[in-house]
Every structure is written in structure tokens, then in C-alpha cells.
């Protein structure tokens, strides 16, 4: 059986962490950040990192793993991430991926085969169309 992760990506500021502990609630999930900065200790402020009071008992995962100084890569993220996805989906839960760096995402998703259930965008949207952060929070209200 291949293993079902949501990834919430987006522009700076529109929501994506409010949402991902939504989703996380509604299906339960943990978080993955694909932030490249939030993986460093102490740069809290700077990178909106979500503290730990707002993450609502939701485990998070790839947050402060670095010193700031060390290196961190694509090849870094994705290979951290695939044993977060794979251990959380091991507890049966949900993976999601949250927000940040364009590349990690992308080489993450190069190595998965993306798939999104007909049934879902049959009920809200034709497939193609583009979903905003307000309207997800639209579709887990119903």
C-alpha cells in the first residue's frame, strides 16, 4: 500500500500553518516542515516558527534539528523527511508536509508519485483548478 501524505504549500503568510494543524486535527496527522530556515535553533523569530504553545499537541518534525552554521541540503531534507513520512505513516497516521522551501518540496515530491482521489475533487472542485488556504478550510468544515 503506498503511503498518502498532504502537502500545504503557498506564499509567505497566507495560512498554511493554521491550516496544517486543521488538517492535522481533522485527519490525523504530524507535521513535516519544509522550511530550510525553521530547521535551525534560535532562528525562531525570522522564520515564523511555529513555538511550541501553538502547535496544539500536533507533533512537528524537522524543526531545530540544526545549529545554525551547520549545513543543511535538498538531499538533507529529503532524506529526513522520508524517514518522518515513513515513521509517521507507520503509527497510522497522516504525513503532512507544511510550507517552506520550493526545491525541498519539489525534490521530495520528484521521488513520489502524487496522486489526488477523484472522489475529492469531484465533491469540491474540477481537477486542475488551484485550492486557496480559505477555500481547504471550507472543504474540512464540511
Known sequence: ???????????????????????????NG?????????????LDIGTAKI??????????????VREVGESYSAYDFVTEAAQAIHEIAAQG???IIC???GLYIQELCSR????????????????GRSWT???MRICLKK
Open 1 to 27: 500500500m503506498k503511503t498518502k501524505i498532504i502537502v500545504i504549500v503557498g506564499p509567505t503568510a497566507v495560512g498554511k500553518t493554521a491550516l496544517s494543524i486543521e488538517v492535522a486535527k481533522r485527519f
Open 30 to 42: 504530524q507535521i513535516i516542515s519544509g522550511d530550510s530556515q525553521q530547521v535551525y535553533r534560535g
Open 51 to 64: 513555538r511550541p504553545e501553538e502547535q496544539e499537541g500536533i507533533p512537528h518534525h524537522l524543526l531545530d
Open 93 to 95: 497516521q497522516l504525513p
Open 99 to 101: 510550507g517552506g522551501t
Open 112 to 127: 513520489a508519485i502524487i496522486w489526488v482521489a477523484p472522489s475529492l475533487t469531484r465533491r469540491f472542485w474540477p481537477i
Open 133 to 135: 488556504v480559505g477555500q
